[in-house]
């Protein structure tokens, strides 16, 4: 999907942003609810009251082990992604565990 925010420069955020919540249900979540926000990058971290860790995946849906796994909260180190649209992450975990995304606009 092309965006406004394609072939921007990374090192600025001129526009805002905002923030989402996903929660996972039946062990699996996307970005926003799979409702598009178009952005040009965001921060995500799951929370630190999850029971366990979860894993990512862009464009299509993350399993067990399809996907990276997320830093937990109490890790201290967001996982930033360059990525043009929220909609495009795929979560696992188990069910209602959240994952906080803050993206940036272009």
Do not use: W
């Not at 526009?15 to 995500?44: D, M």
């Not at 906080?100 to 606009?105: A, S």
């Amino acid at each position: 999907m092309a965006t406004k925010y394609v072939g921007t420069d990374f090192g600025r955020i001129v526009s805002g942003g905002g923030s989402v919540r996903v929660t996972i249900a039946t062990t699996v979540g996307q970005g926003n609810g799979g409702t598009s926000i178009p952005c040009k990058g965001c921060f995500v971290v799951p929370s630190s009251t999850n029971s366990g860790r979860m894993r990512v995946n862009i464009g299509v849906a993350a399993t067990a082990i399809l996907g990276i796994e997320l830093n937990d909260a109490d890790e201290g180190n967001p996982t930033f992604f360059h990525i043009d649209d929220v909609s495009s992450l795929y979560f696992f975990g188990t069910n209602d565990d959240t994952i906080d995304i803050m993206y940036f606009l272009g």
